[in-house]
Structure formats: structure tokens, C-alpha cells
């Protein structure tokens, strides 16, 4: 099959290291743990979707765009790099933001405002009607002579996969450069966008396979999320060949009691693995993920891979938002599987 890349912008510190995690591997025996360390693609606009907005903003200045105008949670990484990477790029961005507006902004949502975005905050009664925020935003911004471009949740569409499409060529050069065997690559799902782009590497360039833990909907809904995004990429990307039909490994048994939720065993798991390795995890997404990873290592599910490669997805500002709860779970540095 004859894939021909589009156009990029060159946003993110690429290639992203492949490092080994010698004594979380040693600890929990089975496979090899290694990360693959797109939280360091940017300082503050890192993790993994400036991989993603390196394809779809240069989508967005093709079409002469002027405007971002992207949608997520209170606390999204992704609304937090779109706006940074706006002001790079000289952009005006709008925010669509999923919650209450809190009487101090934080984190994330600080830094989109120090980036220069518009923050505008729906609760959930007015967020579930998504397409109606963003066309009242877009025809506001048209009516003040602006060329907003619309960015999915997550900047997973057709068009931000291929951030991830060429990660995975990326991972399957590290693997063959470290010479390693009988991978798995593991990463959060959220909007299906990281996956997507993952799985479809793997089946169009090899690679490893690769397996993702939900962080907030269900197996079935990313199964479906992923299919459609791929469908679409293929109808515009490459619709006279045959789509692709990517093996999906998804694993929804880690999602605890929902989105943004965590209990004191993932406050424990992200202590150890700051304390154990110096890997500084996020409570919403890597977090969960990682749990997932080595509670399987442990109980041997992994068993016939020599090598798992955790994709670590960034979103560390995402942890000052639960610095009370890591004090009020009194999280001790022991593994807690
Ligand atoms: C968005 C995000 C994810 C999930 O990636 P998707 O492509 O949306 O599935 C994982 N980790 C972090 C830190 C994120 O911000």
C-alpha cells in the first residue's frame, strides 16, 4: 500500500527517547520495562498531541486559518497545547471547556490563558450539545472577520492519526535500533487518536502491536471511536487502496471510578514511580495506563512479550490539580500490587 505523508509543521523535539525503567523492570520481574518519552516533545506544549498538532496545524494554516478552536475538559493537555502552540504560531485560539469556571485558574488551564487563549466554560448540560458551542463560536468569530479552524476533542480526526502513524515509525526504529525482541506497546487512550495512529503503524510498517488502556469510556466505545477515525483517514488519505483493518487491543479494567477520578492505589502508583524511577506520571491519564501495565506484568498476562514499551503521553501539569488528594491519601512509596 503506497502511503504518502502531508505535510508538517516541525513543532516537537523529535525523535522522543526510548528509555529502559531498570528498577520498576527488576521489581516486578516478567518483561522489560521500557518509556518512550513523548512527555519531553516540548516543555510546555509536550506530550502527545503537539505530534498530532504538528499535522493538523498545518492543516489549519492551508486552509488560511487564523483561529483555533478546540473543546476538552477543565483540565485538558490537549486545550493547554493548542493554545500554547496558537501563540507560537502568531494564532488566535478559543477554548471550549468542560466544567465549572474555577475562581483561580491552574495547571492547564493557566497556562492557556497565559498563552493568550479565550477560555469559555460550559457545564455539562451545555457541553453535551458540543456542535452548538462551536458554531456559535465560529460565527462569532466570522462575524468579527476571522478564519476559525475547528479541532476535534484530543485533535483526534483524520488528520492528527498521522501524528501518531509516525511515532509508530519512530518506535519500530528504536526497536530495531535496541535490537529488541517481542515487543508490546502500551499507551492511555482518551480520544482514540494515540492508538489509531499506533495501530495503523504497526499494520502498514510493522513495528510492535500495541495495547490500550481506556481512561474513561469503555472497550467497545474506543473500538468504535478508533474504526471511524481510520475510515476516515483511509476515504482521504488513500481510498483507492484497502482500509486497513488494525488488530485493536484495548484494556478498559483500569478506568477506576471514571474519567479524572483517582483512587489511592493510582496515587500510590504514581508516588512509586516518581520515588522508584523518576517517572512523573498524571493521575488522569499515564497514570491509570501505567497501573494497568505492571498490575498485568505482575499477575504474568504479559508474560510472552520480552519488552513492553509504555508511550509515556505527557500530561504532568495534570498532577497539580490533585496535590490535596495525594495528602489526604497519605500515598506511601510502596507498589501497590
Ligand atoms: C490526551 C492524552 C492521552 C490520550 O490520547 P488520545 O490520543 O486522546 O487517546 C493520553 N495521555 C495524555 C497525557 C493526554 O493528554
Partial sequence: MKI?????????????PLVPLPRISKHLGGPKLWVKRDDLTEFAAGGNKIRKLEYVLADALSQKAD????????????????????GRLGLGCQLILRGVRPTELSANT???????????????????????LFRLHIARLESQGHRPYRIPTGASDEVGIWGYIDAGVELAKDIKAAN??????????????THAGLALAHELFGGAP??????????????????????????????????????L????????????????????????????EGLILDPVYTGKAFLGVITQIRSGQLREYENIIFVH???GFGLFPYQS????????????I
Fill in 313 to 315: 503521553t505527557g500530561g
Fill in 180 to 193: 529488541l525482541e517481542r515487543c508490546l506497546v502500551c499507551c492511555a487512550t482518551g480520544s482514540g487518536g
Fill in 249 to 276: 487491543d484495548i484494556c478498559d479494567d483500569f478506568i477506576g471510578r471514571g474519567y479524572a477520578q483517582a483512587d489511592s492505589q493510582l496515587l500510590a502508583t504514581i508516588s512509586w514511580a516518581a520515588k522508584t
Fill in 67 to 86: 483561529w483555533l478552536i478546540t473543546c476538552g475538559g477543565i483540565q485538558s493537555n490537549h486545550c493547554r497545547a493548542t493554545a500554547i502552540l496558537a
Fill in 210 to 247: 500495541v495495547r490500550a488502556y481506556a481512561v474513561c469510556d469503555d472497550a467497545n466505545y474506543f473500538a468504535n471511536k478508533v474504526k471511524a477515525d481510520i475510515s476516515r483517514w483511509h476515504k482521504r488519505y488513500c481510498a483507492t487502496s484497502e482500509l486497513p483493518e488494525p488488530i
Fill in 110 to 132: 493557566f497556562l492557556g490563558h497565559l498563552s493568550g487563549a479565550d477560555l469559555s466554560f460550559y457545564g455539562a448540560a451545555d457541553y453535551a450539545n458540543l456542535d452548538r
Fill in 325 to 336: 488528594a495525594f495528602a489526604a491519601s497519605g500515598a506511601q512509596a510502596e507498589p501497590y
Fill in 4 to 16: 504518502t505523508f502531508p505535510d508538517k509543521l516541525k513543532l516537537a523535539n523529535l525523535p522522543a
